[in-house]
């Protein structure tokens, strides 16, 4: 229960779905958590509810309001670093991310883990599919990723340590009808991390991805029931998958019992494309 124990995990989409499952996965091994999303309610209420989960894992440290005393990867101390922590934050953007990259550092001292997760979806075949919806997908799905990366990556790299882990997706890797601008953002994840995987490698910071199948989060909502049935039957184990598999697959990833997995896709689909 303390694989994470002193990590500092940002997690991107974390106030829902996979993100959510994932944000207290890691509060259960140890793992302080700061939440990006734009859903203030949820990405507030949520950080409460991990503070009340880390406050056991630190018993007996010194604790200020639900926060404890940390240590800065420059050595200096950041006496009341929280145990979790919402920040409002479009990954699209990049100077929200660059402030809220800033931010993290200031209130924990380090980051650790960056769990690229956070997604959406504007489907339509490709005669159907307008520039608004390709690039509103790009935007967030690959543009966010980079964002991201791009303003946390520096301080894991300073601090020779770190975890790069980022949603991909199956259709990524085999495609999908109705997906041009899906896929397209998620085989660009899966090519991005292969780079992250050479260029900081030495520096003791691993880049992996994960690409789940068919997940029962509220993406999946709107989705016909018929067309949901047909995708519990394509996969070998005949259901489809739960958010918190696929965060356990992000936890084994930001472990040091995967410190020698660099530049990976881990499909966690039930066997979808088998």
């Given amino acids: 229960m303390n694989r994470l124990k002193d990590k500092v995990a940002i997690i991107t989409g974390g106030a829902s779905g996979i993100g959510k499952a994932t944000a207290i996965r890691f509060a259960e091994e140890g793992a302080r958590v700061a939440i990006w999303d734009i859903s203030d309610e949820k990405g507030m209420a949520l950080a409460a509810e991990l503070s009340e989960v880390l406050a056991m894992h630190y018993e007996g440290r010194e604790v200020h309001a639900g926060s404890w005393q940390s240590t800065a990867s420059n050595g200096k101390d950041v006496a009341t670093a929280p145990y979790s922590k919402y920040y409002r934050v479009n990954t699209a953007k990049l100077a929200d991310v660059e402030a809220a990259a800033t931010a993290v550092i200031e209130d924990f001292g380090r980051a650790d883990i960056l769990i690229n997760n956070a997604g959406i979806t504007r489907d339509a075949t490709m005669k159907k599919m307008t520039a608004e919806q390709w690039q509103s997908v790009i935007d967030v799905n690959l543009t966010g990723v980079w964002n991201c990366t791009r303003a946390v990556a520096p301080y894991m790299l300073e601090q020779n340590y770190g975890r790069v882990i980022s949603a991909a997706s199956v259709v990524g890797l085999y495609g999908n009808f109705g997906q041009t601008n899906y896929v397209a953002s998620k085989a660009g994840v ?68 995967a410190a020698f997995i660099n530049g990976a896709t881990l499909s966690v689909d039930g066997g979808l494309t088998l």
């Fill in 190 to 257: 899966i090519g991005m991390t292969k780079v992250w995987a050479r260029e900081f490698g030495r520096k003791g910071v691993t880049a992996n991805a994960v690409a789940p199948g068919f997940i029962a989060t509220d993406m999946m909502a709107s989705i016909p029931e018929k067309v949901l049935q047909m995708m519990e039957d394509k996969a070998p184990v005949g259901r489809l998958g739960k958010p918190e598999e696929v965060a356990n697959a992000y936890l084994f990833l930001a472990s040091d019992e």
